[in-house]
């Protein structure tokens, strides 16, 4: 698997990160507009619902390949840096780890599938402002970390942020990056 992702065209990766979300939403806007010129009594009850059963598990398919993407470039570059230059890829891990449970929780807290009366669940859902704080933390060291990785790789030396910096906006704005 770290081969296919690191050997993708960018076609393939955007295709793989944006195609299915896309084609969804527009299938879904299709749906309704032919049931709209259908004249059904109620167009949007039964497509809305479906849309909603849905569309977390195609978020999370998306973030399966976002991070997952992040993840392989990170893993599968490893074998290109000198062994000299140590990089931290246990933190590395914990982060993207945290970043993938905490965003697949949340979706599925936010769409209902999880549910909770307990005060320690109320408690976590009080917590969420600062988990989600630290995720956007822990999805922003993952950035740093797989440019900083890139940019090592094609090196072959230590590099410091202003060197690797252009690769970590590319990443950030990877629609643009791709």
């Known amino acids: ?11 393939q990766l955007f295709l793989t990160l944006y195609g299915l979300p896309f084609l969804f939403i527009f299938f879904y806007i299709i749906s309704d507009i032919f049931t709209i010129f259908n004249n059904t009594s109620t167009p949007f009850d039964s497509s809305l619902a ?4 849905i569309f977390p598990f195609i978020s999370i398919i998306f973030v399966i390949g976002f991070l997952g993407w992040l993840w392989t470039i990170a893993v599968g570059l490893q074998q290109h840096i000198p062994p000299a230059i140590k990089m931290k890829r246990t933190r590395f891990n914990v982060f993207i780890s945290i970043a993938f449970v905490y965003t697949v929780f949340f979706i599925l807290q936010q769409d209902g599938i999880i549910t909770g009366q307990s005060e320690g669940f109320k408690l976590l ?6 988990l ?9 060291y993952a950035l740093y970390f797989v440019a ?3 940019k090592t790789a094609k090196l072959q030396r230590e590099v410091k942020f202003s060197e690797f910096s252009e690769e970590f906006f590319l990443l950030w704005f990877y629609i643009i990056g791709i």
């Open 1 to 11: 698997m770290i081969h296919t992702f690191l050997k993708a065209k960018h076609w």
């Open 50 to 53: 479906i849309f909603f059963k």
């Open 125 to 130: 859902l009080s917590l969420i402002p600062a």
């Open 132 to 140: 989600h704080i630290f995720s956007m933390f822990c999805v922003f």
């Open 148 to 150: 900083k990785t890139i």
